[in-house]
C-alpha cells in the first residue's frame, strides 16, 4: 500500500524555547544561503513579489486613494534597474517624462502602456506567467475608484450642468 | 490613507491554481480563502485529522473548488516578520483526499504554495516558508519541495520557493 506523506502537517511548536531554538538555528542557515544567492534570483524574487501585490490589490474588495499604479511603475523599474533612466532609454522616453509619470505629475498616455506591456513581457518572460494588461487594470481601477470617491467634491457642480428632458414611462 | 472606498471593479482575476481528479485527470481551478467562523462547526476531527477550533484565533485558509463549499484542505500561518518567515503551523486535506483512494491530488502542494505566495508578497527576496513534519516524513517533502533541511526544520527559500509558486501557480 502506497503511504500518504501529505494528508496532515502538525508543526506547531512546542514552547517557546523550542521556537526560539529553531528561529536561531534557521536564520543562521538561511543567512549562510542568502551569501551565494546569485542577482538574477534576487531580481526574479523582486519581480515575482511585484505581480503577486498587483494581484492582490486587484482582489481587494476595498480600494485606497493612493497611486498604485505609479508605486507599482517604481518598484518595477528599481527591481530591474540602478538607476530609472536607463529603463526611460530602453523604452525610448524622455528621463523627465518618465520621472513626471512616476511623480504623478503627468498622465501616462497610451503609447506609454504599449512600450509599458511590452518590457514588461520581456522582463516577466523567464521570471513567472505576467498578465501584461495588468498595468492597464490597475491604472483604471485607480482611476474608477478616485473618481467615485470624490463625488461630493465633483458632484455638486456636475450636477447643475445635467438635466433629463426624456419621459420615461414607468 | 485618506479614502477607503468600497468601490470594486469586476476585472478577470487569475484563478491559475487547480487540484487534480484522481479518477478522471480532469483539473478543477480552486481558490484558498479565509476560514470563517460560521465553517468550524463543519471541521470535525474525524475528517480533517485536527481539532481546528484550536487555531482560532490564528490564520487559517481553506481550499475549495473554485464556486464550491466543500472544503477539501485547511492550513493555519503564522508569519514572523522579524525573520521574513511564514511558518506552516498545521496543514491537512480532508478525510476523503487521504491515501490510495483520494479523490483530488495537489491539495497539500497547493497549500504549502498558498503560505509561499504570502511570505514572497511580504518579504520579497527574502522569504522563507518553513514547517516541521515528523522525522519519517520529512524525507517526502525534502524530495518534492526541494526543501532545505535545519536541524528537523523544512524551510523553502529562493530560489527554490520561486519556483514551487511558478509550479502550481502556473496552470493555464
Known sequence: ?170 | MNTVFAFYVNFPIFVRMNIIEVSTGKAFPIEIIPVEKADYKSLPKSRYFFNWKDEQNEEIYKLVIKGGNTILGLVSLERIPSEWRVHIRLLTVSKENKGSEKEFDKIAGNLITHAAKIAIAEYGELACVSLKPKTEIAQHYIDKYKMNVTGITLSLEVPEILDLVNLFDNNE
Open chain 1, 1 to 170: 500500500m502506497t503511504q500518504d506523506f501529505e494528508y496532515g502537517i502538525d508543526s506547531r511548536y512546542k514552547n517557546a524555547n523550542e521556537k526560539t531554538s529553531d528561529s536561531v538555528a534557521l536564520m543562521q542557515a538561511r543567512l549562510e544561503r542568502m551569501k551565494n544567492l546569485p542577482k538574477e534570483q534576487i531580481v526574479r524574487a523582486k519581480l515575482l513579489q511585484l505581480k503577486l501585490r498587483m494581484e492582490n490589490y486587484l482582489n481587494e474588495p476595498v480600494h485606497d486613494d493612493k497611486t498604485n499604479f505609479t508605486n507599482f511603475l517604481g518598484i518595477y523599474i528599481d527591481a530591474i534597474y540602478s538607476q530609472r533612466n536607463k529603463f526611460a532609454n530602453d523604452i525610448n522616453v524622455n528621463p523627465v517624462f518618465l520621472s513626471q509619470i512616476i511623480n504623478n505629475h503627468r498622465e501616462p498616455k497610451e503609447e506609454f502602456f504599449f512600450k509599458l506591456m511590452i518590457h514588461s513581457e520581456k522582463a516577466f518572460k523567464n521570471v513567472c506567467n505576467f498578465q501584461e494588461e495588468i498595468w492597464y487594470q490597475i491604472y483604471y481601477q485607480e482611476k474608477i475608484s478616485g473618481t467615485m470617491s470624490k463625488q461630493n467634491q465633483w458632484r455638486p457642480q456636475i450636477e447643475k450642468q445635467v438635466k433629463f428632458s426624456e419621459l420615461i414611462e414607468e
